[in-house]
């Protein structure tokens, strides 16, 4: 069993940065591939970001890469999520996710444990 807790959400101005944690509590962070996802209001959860257990291998959507950064620390059983020159279509609630396998996934049925969640506003 995993529980993920976001932490780092809140309200920004367009065009600055703010990173995201997640702290996990679980049996073993380093089997865990990690990925972000997020959800704005009326809309599907999209993927955002993922990284593999032990070597930190990523992969990023299309939408924010170049501008958003996973990495972990699997000292502190935590990953990150840097995103800079935010927008407003930024606004979303933010999600962190674990898999049971070490490998990272893009598809959110991939992933076993969910967050809570983290509110990003982006104000223009």
């Known amino acids: 069993q995993v529980t993920l807790v976001e932490s780092g959400g809140g309200l920004v101005q367009a065009g600055e940065s703010l990173t995201l944690s997640c702290v996990a509590s679980?049996?073993?962070?380093?089997?865990?591939?990690m990925g972000w996802f997020r959800q704005a209001p009326g809309l599907d959860r999209q993927f955002l970001a993922t990284?593999?257990?032990?070597?930190?291998?990523?992969f990023y959507a299309n939408s924010v890469k170049g501008r958003f950064t996973i990495s972990r620390d699997n000292a502190k059983n935590t990953v990150f999520l840097l995103m800079n020159s935010l927008q407003p279509d930024d606004t979303a609630v933010y999600y962190c996710?674990?898999?049971?396998?070490?490998?990272?996934?893009?598809?959110?049925?991939?992933?076993?444990?969910w967050g809570l969640g983290t509110q990003v506003t982006v104000s223009s």
């Open positions: 990284i593999s257990g032990v070597s930190g291998s990523t």
């Open positions: 996710a674990a898999r049971s396998l070490p490998y990272y996934g893009t598809d959110q049925t991939a992933y076993d444990y």
């Open positions: 679980g049996p073993s962070f380093n089997n865990n591939g």
